[in-house]
C-alpha cells in the first residue's frame, strides 16, 4: 500500500461485498450493507450507477468476484458464529481493511471487537462510517506495519483494553498475499502473543502456485494489484503450512480451498465461476498461551 494512501484492494473488497443487494437471494450468502459506501471516488460511483441497471452475475469477471467475496465473507463470517457460540467474546481484524463485521454480526453483540490497520486505511474508514452515521463499537489501534516493529503490537492492544488472558479469535482476511516471509513469521508470533489458551486464528491465503505459475487471467488481476500499490509477495504450498504454523505456536485445524467452500454453499452452476483451488481459507487454533520460542 502507498504511504498515506488508503487502500484500494480493501476498497474493491467491501464494493464486492456492498453487491450482495443485487444477488438472487438463493446465493445471497452475506449482506454488507456499509460496503458500498467505501467506492467513493468518482470512477466508482459511475461503475455503480451502471451495474445498478445490470444483473450482477451476468457482467463478465464481476459476476465471479462477487460470488467469490460471498463464499469468502460467509465461510470467516461462520468462523466468527461457531467461536462466539463456544463463549469466545474478544475478536481481532488484523489488516481490518473496510471490514464491518462488528456493525453487521448480531453475534457480536457483547462482544469486543478490535481492528488494526494503517492509519490511512482507518483513518478514511472512519470518516466514511461517520458521514454516513454507522457508529461502529470496534475499538481502533492504528498501526503503521511500515514504521512499527510487530512485536510491540500486542502491548498496544492491550492498552486499547485487550485481554490477553482471555480467548481470541483474530482473523486475517485478505492480508497474507502482500507480506514478505519476515512479516508473515513477524505478524504470526505476534498474534500467538496475544492468543490465550482456545484461541483461533483464521486466514486468507494463496497457494504459492497462484504466485509463481499463474494463469492469464490471474496475470491480469496480479497487474492490477500491483498497479495499486499492492502486489502480491507470498503464498504457502499448502502441504507444507501445517509445519509452519506449529513452528509458531498454531495448530491447524482446517484449511478449504475457496472452490470447495463454493461448491457446498453455491448451486454447482454458480459454484464453477469461483473456481480456483489456489485461494483457501486455513483456521489454526493456539493450544498454549505461552510465548514460541524463536527457532
Given at each position: 500500500m502507498?504511504a498515506?494512501?488508503p487502500s ?5 473488497v ?6 450482495s443487494r443485487?444477488?438472487?437471494?438463493e ?8 460496503g458500498?459506501?467505501f467506492?467513493?471516488d ?6 455503480f450507477r ?8 451476468s457482467v463478465p469477471?464481476?459476476?465471479a ?7 469468502r465473507?460467509r465461510?470467516?463470517?461462520d468462523v466468527v458464529?461457531a ?8 475478536l ?10 462488528a456493525?453487521?454480526l448480531?453475534e457480536l453483540?457483547g462482544?469486543?471487537?478490535f481492528?488494526i490497520d494503517?492509519?490511512?486505511?482507518q483513518?478514511?474508514?472512519?470518516a466514511?462510517l461517520?458521514?454516513i452515521g ?7 489501534v492504528t498501526?503503521?506495519?511500515e514504521?512499527r516493529?510487530l512485536?510491540?503490537?500486542?502491548g ?9 488472558h482471555?480467548p ?18 513477524a505478524s504470526l ?7 490465550a ?9 494463496f ?5 509463481a505459475a499463474?494463469?492469464l487471467?490471474?496475470?491480469a ?6 498497479g495499486?500499490g ?7 504450498i ?15 485445524d ?12 453455491l ?7 469461483v473456481?480456483s483451488?489456489d ?9 498454549e498461551?505461552?510465548a514460541?520460542a524463536?527457532?
Amino acid at each position: 500500500m502507498r504511504a498515506e494512501t488508503p487502500s484500494r484492494t480493501a476498497a474493491w473488497v467491501a464494493a464486492a461485498r456492498g453487491m450482495s443487494r443485487h444477488l438472487p437471494d438463493e446465493v445471497r450468502l452475506a449482506d454488507d450493507p456499509y460496503g458500498d459506501a467505501f467506492a467513493d471516488d468518482l470512477a466508482s460511483r459511475t461503475f455503480f450507477r451502471v451495474v445498478d441497471r445490470l444483473p450482477v452475475l451476468s457482467v463478465p469477471g464481476l459476476g465471479a468476484w462477487v460470488l467469490y467475496m460471498q463464499v469468502r465473507t460467509r465461510v470467516l463470517d461462520d468462523v466468527v458464529r461457531a467461536f462466539t457460540a463456544a463463549g469466545g467474546r474478544q475478536l481481532v481484524l488484523l489488516g481490518a481493511g473496510y471490514d464491518c463485521r462488528a456493525l453487521r454480526l448480531r453475534e457480536l453483540l457483547g462482544a469486543t471487537v478490535f481492528e488494526i490497520d494503517h492509519p490511512a486505511t482507518q483513518g478514511h474508514k472512519r470518516a466514511v462510517l461517520e458521514r454516513i452515521g454507522a457508529a461502529s463499537p470496534s475499538r481502533y489501534v492504528t498501526w503503521n506495519f511500515e514504521e512499527r516493529p510487530l512485536a510491540e503490537l500486542p502491548g498496544a492492544l492491550a492498552a486499547a483494553g485487550h485481554d490477553p488472558h482471555a480467548p481470541t479469535l483474530t482473523i486475517w482476511e485478505g492480508v497474507t498475499m502482500y507480506l514478505t516471509e519476515p512479516a508473515i513469521d513477524a505478524s504470526l508470533r505476534a498474534i500467538h502473543a496475544w492468543s490465550a489458551a482456545g484461541s483461533q486464528l483464521a486466514l486468507t491465503y494463496f497457494a504459492r502456485s497462484r504466485i509463481a505459475a499463474p494463469s492469464l487471467r490471474t496475470r491480469a488481476v496480479q497487474a492490477l494489484v500491483a498497479g495499486a500499490g499492492e502486489p502480491w509477495r507470498w503464498g504457502w504450498i499448502p502441504d507444507e503450512l501445517p509445519a509452519y504454523l506449529d513452528a509458531r505456536g498454531w495448530r491447524l485445524d482446517r484449511d478449504v480451498s475457496m472452490a470447495d467452500a463454493a461448491r457446498a454453499l453455491l448451486p454447482a452452476h454458480l459454484a464453477r465461476k469461483v473456481g480456483s483451488g489456489d485461494r483457501r481459507i486455513a483456521v489454526a487454533s493456539a493450544p498454549e498461551s505461552i510465548a514460541v520460542a524463536h527457532r
